[in-house]
């Protein structure tokens, strides 16, 4: 279960210790740019380590963990915890979340301008 010589790809560690739902959810996780190691851009195929510091995106919040095992197969949530150290900051409650800006019905697309504003609202 636990393999802490070598290295396993980050998709794959990030939906064995849940994550992601599913493995093909990490990988365009990784792909779209949303996942992070040690700073740096994430491909679906990088090797992890222990120590590692990983940091995934996910609808404007954002996850900070610490490799502590590898791990290749989903594990319970019991031994997922024991595979990673949670230095995420606490999600803010739901009424101070931010709602993403509606346009009105025939407005048509956004604007360059609208669109920026709009991801930069999105925390993107």
């Known amino acids: 279960m636990a393999e ?8 794959s560690w990030i939906w064995s210790v849940r994550l992601t739902k599913t493995r ?14 040690n ?3 994430a491909k679906p195929a990088q090797s ?16 900070v963990v610490v490799v502590r095992k590898l791990v290749r197969k989903r594990v319970g ?3 997922a915890a024991e595979c990673l150290v949670d230095n995420s900051p606490p ?3 739901r009424e101070f979340v931010a709602s993403a800006g509606e346009r009105d019905r025939g407005a048509g697309r956004p604007t360059k301008r609208e669109r ?8 993107r």
């Open 4 to 11: 802490d010589e070598g290295s396993v790809r980050v998709d």
């Open 24 to 37: 093909a959810l990490a990988a365009a996780a990784c792909r779209a740019g949303h996942v992070r190691v």
């Open 39 to 41: 700073g740096e851009r």
């Open 48 to 63: 992890l380590r222990p120590g590692d510091e990983v940091r995934v995106r996910e609808d404007g919040y954002e996850r």
């Open 77 to 79: 949530a019991a031994v």
């Open 91 to 93: 999600r803010p409650p």
């Open 116 to 123: 920026r504003d709009l991801d930069q609202l999105r925390g």
